[in-house]
């Protein structure tokens, strides 16, 4: 069976991200499973004039917030649907692209490069590590910043049962990972849950320099 048929089914059961959050914002970014939480885009360092890459791009929600500051963005996501969510959501965005293609097929065809590459919750908790970064790492600037975030290990979360394997890693396994696939300055941390909920969000940020 294809990726596209379990992850097309899984997409038509996720509730559509609200269209303005807790502070009156449009357009935002969120790193975890938790409404108006966490960190902002600045884990990502300055984005105007940045080429972006969003590896399981979703909705498009993410990715749309860092073109408004100025990027631009190139979404991949293997299911159907969710490239036609995120072009009727924001298809009209100047300088704002979705393709609809598994993100190792994406990245063996494609020739250009990213400054910026991300995935929440995304394709990197995914595809196997030691066939992903390759393929990101010789598709990224130099000095490029790969972030990613996932459920931290032995959680349970979203997946559609015939979509494969989920790559949880703990902290020092995704350092001896990414440092093993040439990046650097790996900067892994557990963002705390809301008041009254359980389970953090792993955030990872690793540098292509
Ligand atoms: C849990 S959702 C998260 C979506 C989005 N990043 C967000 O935060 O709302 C995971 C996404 O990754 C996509 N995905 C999973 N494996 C993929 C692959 N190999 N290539 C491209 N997209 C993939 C799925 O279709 C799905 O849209």
Redesign the pocket.
Known sequence: MS??EP??R??AG?TP?RTVNAKGETTWL?WTQYADHGPDESVLGPVAGRRVL?????????LAHLVTLGATGQG????PA?ERVARERWGQMPGLEFRT??????LHETDETFDVVL?????V???DPDT?LPLIRSRMAPGGILAF?HLPPGSQ???PAE??LRHDHTPDEWRRILTGHGFSDVRVSLIEPPEGRAVGTMLVRASAA
Not at 101 to 106: E, G, L, N, P, R
Not at 119 to 123: E, K, L, T, V
Request: without cysteine; glycine residues 14%; hydrophobic residues 50%.
């Open positions: 990726l596209a992850w097309d899984y997409a996720s991200r969120n969003d590896l399981g791009s979703g909705s498009g929600s993410n991949v996501d293997v299911a969710r293609v598994d993100v190792a097929a994406f995935s929440i919750f995304g394709a908790w995914f595809v992903l975030s979360g979203p997946k979509a494969g």
